[in-house]
């Protein structure tokens, strides 16, 4: 739709530019509208959650059975020591052995590899206090002397079994080509009473056999007792959904029925004044005239005069009224688009000493309903104050579209005034100029004046486009 080419403005519009804008209301992202819950995003974020249960479940579950399984074979590994320490080891220990008598050594190292090494026992070791290896099936090791470490001491110091993860990272482990081992070892007595430290050190993939089957049986259970709370609660969620679904289109339903019935009783109250008051005065401005006329043909100057004066009256009021029927119900809003119903509204003010300029962007008309409803009262309040205060003078409406962001400026060259006023009177008086910034609140958009005495008034909204209903994730 065509804009009207723009007149020249006035030295006071002009003028108006100069001053500051004072944001009135301040402008938000407007609400995104979300559509009736589905069924299917609730069912996808209810299979997301058991799926994140699932995942949680399985790592617990992993880190849960290794730190068993370890345990079970620390305490198997301690106990098999003790027996191994108490019917092998003493019976097998000589003090020549603690001496490092090789003959001893040899010795000891027939009774180990026959009684004590196999697939349960991959390494042995006899220490003396002072971390000399007296004794080890890694002939290497045997006469190396290697730092305790504060368990094997405290357990010399204190004797007792002592079993743990071995770290193989050490020094006296560079022979072993196995990730991990289990390390066991405790104090042994010569036949003398000389005290050694025995370690044996067993594989580790049992402890991983047993960490899985744990896992197995531990993740078996929890996944099965969520598949059951899912089915027993599926028929819940559904019903919940069912009837929450059905409460929002009834909420739906009641919003549109008191649209309609808003826009229904306006429609009644036009429609009232228009076949009713409004054709009465036309009538009575008619036989006003009618009697002006006659009075004239008799000579009767004055009294043709007096009924000219009503009849002209009469005729002021039906433009005031046909005015307030635009107010009341712009019909043409939703039938013609912004730009018509504007132009209704600058008919309307023509006729009260104000000359208007417009200036709509084409695109205004396709915006939604309820953008270009606050586009026009916002419009119709700023011409308003115009036409109350300002009149008789120049008005400008600017509509333009930049983007997602439309803006509406209302200037006028009239006599301006200070706004610190609206502060100071915001609850007296000033009915116009509330009934904008409510408009501008209610809708998130930001709403700012410039003005001055003898500058003129300018108003501005600028608009976020709404964005469209989307459905909740």
């Given at each position: 739709m065509a804009s009207d080419p723009p007149s020249p403005r006035s030295p006071t519009?002009?003028?108006?530019?100069?001053?500051?804008?004072?944001?009135?209301?301040?402008?938000?992202?407007?609400?995104?509208?979300?559509?009736?819950?589905?069924?299917?995003?609730?069912?996808?974020?209810?299979?997301?959650?058991?799926?994140?249960?699932?995942?949680?479940?399985?790592?617990?579950?992993?880190?849960?059975?290794?730190?068993?399984?370890?345990?079970?074979?620390?305490?198997?590994?301690?106990?098999t020591t003790n027996v191994l320490a108490e019917a092998v080891i003493r019976p097998a220990l000589t003090d020549a052995l603690a001496a490092g008598d090789p003959a001893a050594v040899e010795a000891f190292d027939t009774v180990v590899r026959s009684t004590v090494l196999g697939s349960d026992v991959v390494r042995v070791k006899i220490w003396n206090p002072q971390g000399q290896v007296l004794y080890a099936d890694e002939p290497q090791l045997i006469g190396r002397t290697f730092a305790l470490d504060d368990a094997q001491r405290a357990a010399l110091a204190s004797p007792s079994t002592r079993a743990t993860v071995s770290d193989l990272s050490e020094d006296e482990n560079v022979f072993e080509d196995a990730p991990r081992l289990l390390e066991?070892?405790?104090?042994?007595?010569?036949?003398?009473?000389?005290?050694?430290?025995?370690?044996?050190?067993?594989?580790?993939?049992?402890?991983?056999?047993?960490?899985?089957?744990l896992w197995r049986g531990f993740a078996g259970v929890t996944t099965s007792s969520l598949l059951l709370l899912v089915v027993l609660t599926a028929p819940i969620v559904w019903g919940l959904i069912r009837r929450l679904r059905g409460a929002e289109a009834r909420r739906a339903e009641l919003l549109q029925r008191a649209v309609d019935a808003s826009d229904a009783e306006r429609r009644r109250i036009a429609g009232t004044l228009h076949d009713g008051p409004v054709q009465d005065l036309v009538a009575t401005s008619f036989v006003a005239e009618s009697a002006a006329v006659a009075a004239d043909r008799d000579g009767l100057t004055d009294a043709a005069g007096r009924a000219r004066d009503v009849a002209g009256a009469v005729r002021g009021n039906v433009r005031v009224l046909?005015?307030?029927?635009?107010?009341?119900?712009?019909?043409?809003?939703?039938?013609?688009?912004?730009?018509?119903?504007?132009?209704?509204?600058?008919?309307?003010?023509?006729?009260?000493?104000?000359?208007?300029?417009?200036?709509?962007?084409?695109?205004?008309?396709?915006?939604?309903?309820?953008?270009?409803?606050?586009?026009?009262?916002?419009?119709?309040?700023?011409?308003?104050?115009?036409?109350?205060?300002?009149?008789?003078?120049?008005?400008?409406?600017?509509?333009?579209?930049?983007?997602?962001?439309?803006?509406?400026?209302?200037?006028d060259d009239g006599p301006g005034f200070d706004p610190a006023v609206l502060d100071l009177a915001r609850d007296d008086g000033h009915l116009g100029t509330r009934v904008m910034h409510d408009l501008a609140a209610e809708?998130?958009?930001?709403?700012?004046?410039?003005?001055?005495?003898?500058?003129?008034?300018r108003w501005r909204l600028r608009l976020s486009d709404r964005t469209a209903p989307r459905e909740q994730p």
């Open positions: 519009t002009d003028a108006v530019e100069a001053v500051p804008w004072s944001v009135r209301v301040v402008g938000r992202a407007p609400d995104v509208v979300p559509r009736s819950l589905s069924a299917r995003a609730v069912l996808v974020r209810l299979g997301a959650v058991l799926a994140t249960a699932l995942v949680a479940v399985t790592v617990l579950a992993g880190f849960g059975a290794q730190w068993l399984a370890e345990r079970e074979a620390v305490n198997d590994a301690a106990q066991v070892y405790r104090p042994v007595w010569t036949p003398s009473g000389q005290q050694l430290l025995f370690e044996v050190y067993y594989p580790y993939e049992p402890v991983a056999a047993r960490s899985a089957e046909r005015s307030l029927l635009v107010d009341i119900y712009p019909e043409s809003l939703r039938s013609a688009g912004l730009a018509a119903t504007v132009r209704d509204l600058v008919a309307t003010a023509s006729a009260r000493g104000i000359e208007v300029d417009l200036d709509l962007d084409p695109g205004a008309d396709d915006l939604a309903e309820d953008d270009q409803r606050l586009l026009y009262r916002v419009a119709q309040e700023a011409l308003r104050n115009a036409v109350t205060h300002a009149a008789p003078c120049r008005v400008r409406i600017a509509v333009t579209r930049d983007g997602g962001t439309t803006v509406l400026e209302v200037a809708a998130g958009a930001e709403l700012s004046l410039a003005t001055a005495p003898g500058l003129g008034t």
